[in-house]
């Protein structure tokens, strides 16, 4: 089969969806205490969502181990030769 299912992709976008919906709730706490809706409310939400979302899944990238992330899979193989092979002619 061409795709593969990769768990590590739908544990990241749970946990992201997870963290835009508390970010809501922290935002509608916060204009709650502040009496009125928060001057620049998309700045504060991104501010707070990026602190959220930073160690969060630095600390997922640290528990699902380094050698299993998508990223280590698809990086361009270096040559074998050192890049040191002549063209071919025509």
Request: avoid cysteine.
């Amino acid at each position: 089969m061409i795709w593969e299912f990769n768990v590590e992709i739908v544990l990241f976008t749970v946990v992201g969806i997870a963290l835009y919906v508390v970010t809501g709730q922290l935002l509608a706490m916060l204009e709650k205490m502040h009496g009125d809706p928060l001057p620049q409310r998309n700045i504060v939400f991104f501010v707070i969502i990026l602190a959220l979302s930073l160690p969060t899944f630095s600390m997922l990238r640290t528990l699902l181990g380094e050698g299993e992330s998508a990223q280590h899979d698809y990086q361009e193989q270096q040559p074998t030769d050192g890049g040191n092979q002549s063209p071919e002619p025509h």
